[in-house]
């Protein structure tokens, strides 16, 4: 089992920035897929941003805005969030699979808000 820990969200105006970091508790270099996921009040999980092998996947809404890294050092997975807009307002979720399973781990999320 996986555990994650998520950290980094808040209360930021529009067009500000924020950095969302989740921790897994095995080392990222035996993740095959690290993702962060979204669900706002009302609405279903949807996709942001995911790497697969190495290999970075967003969804349009949020393309030349958010980037998906790892931190070797800090053992992390990142998501930097950039011009953000209100409708980026969710809960996000980190969601990883190892290369020896084939099953996801959720982490409990992380809220966002974005307000004036």
């Known amino acids: 089992q996986v555990q994650l820990v998520e950290s980094g969200g808040g209360l930021v105006q529009p067009g500000g920035s924020l950095r969302l970091s989740c921790a897994p508790s095995?080392?990222?270099?035996?993740?095959?897929?690290m993702g962060w996921y979204r669900q706002a009040p009302g609405k279903q999980r949807e996709l942001v941003a995911t790497?697969?092998?190495?290999?970075?996947n967003y969804a349009d809404s949020v393309k030349g805005r958010f980037t998906i890294s790892t931190d070797n050092a800090k053992n992390t997975v990142d998501l930097q969030m950039n011009n953000l807009k209100p409708e980026d307002t969710a809960v996000y979720y980190c969601?990883?699979?190892?290369?020896?399973?084939?099953?996801?781990?959720w982490g409990q999320g992380t809220q966002v808000t974005v307000s004036s």
């Open positions: 790497t697969r092998d190495g290999t970075p």
């Open positions: 095995t080392s990222i270099f035996s993740l095959y897929f």
């Open positions: 969601n990883v699979r190892l290369y020896s399973s084939t099953i996801y781990h």
